[in-house]
């Protein structure tokens, strides 16, 4: 009895260190997505085009991935071309739509105001769920979308009620809110990943192909705005979110998820606005004002709502790209 009773707390403390170091797997991979838009903010100074940053971003992503995955991105070649459409949509959204969009929101918004609204991005989730799916959505979720909604509303306008009724959003705003929901889509597209691609072979192609689908955009803001500053600091922008934003981050919360559980990973997701805020104003030195806190506030009581044992979390191998 005394060795299996050992054996068993032996593999009890194991298992707990395995969760352990899952969260703290988790927690670095926000923490490296939070950087990506302190960085994208910071392109703005450098006169860095956003569409020639997020071409690039993507062009080194796909390098490391083809360095490390390739081999195996090309032995399921024929399911990847089995489930083009899905691919070739998802990279769309992902790769081209939302960090194109995310990074142009940076440029003419704070960090710290993007990072917030793009934390209602649970709600959104469940209203497409609502929408497609006609997934029924619960009394307290209803809360949780009407406070989630709010604080948002709030941090857009900034606190001024007369914002509503002249509908003088400013720009940066309305580029986050479309990146938010890209996001949301990317989000709720996941479902879909054909189990039968990995999860490292599928960023692999979707590296690629948004590659080539942001190359006309590029090619297009080169010409008609401003070419690439080749400098020492666009060279290591573009290495951050290159090697840790898109390579390390992801590695990081794949294998999070498989150490942690599903069940637990979905949730830590919810911190990268947390994160991305408190570094905007640590790093930018960006001020934070009343109305970010309240909204802030508003935003994680609605995401508690709206999520506390009620929805289902993302999938083990859902890849993120902030």
């Known amino acids: 009895m005394t060795d299996v009773s050992s054996t068993q707390t032996g593999a009890d403390a194991d298992a707990r260190r395995r969760i352990l170091s899952g969260y703290l797997l988790l927690v670095l991979a926000v923490l490296v997505w939070a950087g990506n838009s302190i960085v994208g903010r910071a392109t703005a100074a ?5 569409l020639a940053f997020n071409f690039w971003r993507w062009a080194a992503a796909f390098v490391i991935f083809a360095a490390f995955f390739g081999r195996r991105t090309w032995r399921q070649r024929a399911e990847i071309f089995r489930n ?3 691919v070739v949509l998802f990279s769309v959204v992902s790769v081209s739509g939302f960090n194109a969009v ?7 918004s704070t960090a710290l105001q993007v990072a917030l609204i793009q934390s209602i991005l649970p709600v959104l989730v469940l209203l497409l769920g609502l929408v497609i799916l006609r997934q029924r959505i619960s009394g307290r979720q209803w809360w949780g979308i009407v406070f989630s909604i709010a604080g948002a509303v709030l941090i857009v306008i900034r606190g001024d009620l007369g914002v509503l009724q002249t509908l003088a959003l400013g720009e940066g705003d309305i580029w986050a809110l479309g990146a938010v929901f890209l996001w949301a889509w990317q989000a709720f597209l996941i479902r879909w990943k054909p189990k039968t691609i990995e999860i490292m072979p599928f960023m692999t192609a979707i590296s690629m192909i948004g590659v080539l689908t942001m190359l006309p955009l590029y090619l297009w803001e080169t010409a008609t705005f401003a070419p690439m500053p080749v400098t020492q600091t666009s060279v290591l922008f573009v290495l951050y979110v290159a090697v840790l934003a898109s390579f390390v981050g992801t590695s990081c919360w794949n294998e999070g998820t498989y150490r942690a ?14 994160f ?5 104003i640590i790093i930018l030195g960006e001020k934070p004002y ?3 806190g ?12 709206a999520t506390a ?6 999938p083990p191998h859902a890849p993120k790209t902030p």
């Open 261 to 274: 559980g599903a069940a637990q990973a979905g949730y830590f997701g919810n911190l990268f606005p947390i």
């Open 294 to 305: 309240i909204g802030a506030l508003c935003v994680v009581i609605g995401i508690w709502l």
């Open 84 to 86: 083009w459409k899905f």
């Open 309 to 314: 044992r009620h929805t289902r979390p993302p």
């Open 102 to 108: 995310f990074y142009i929101a940076l440029q003419k």
């Open 276 to 280: 991305a805020g408190i570094l905007a």
């Open 290 to 292: 009343w109305y970010h």
């Open 46 to 50: 450098e006169e860095i085009p956003p």
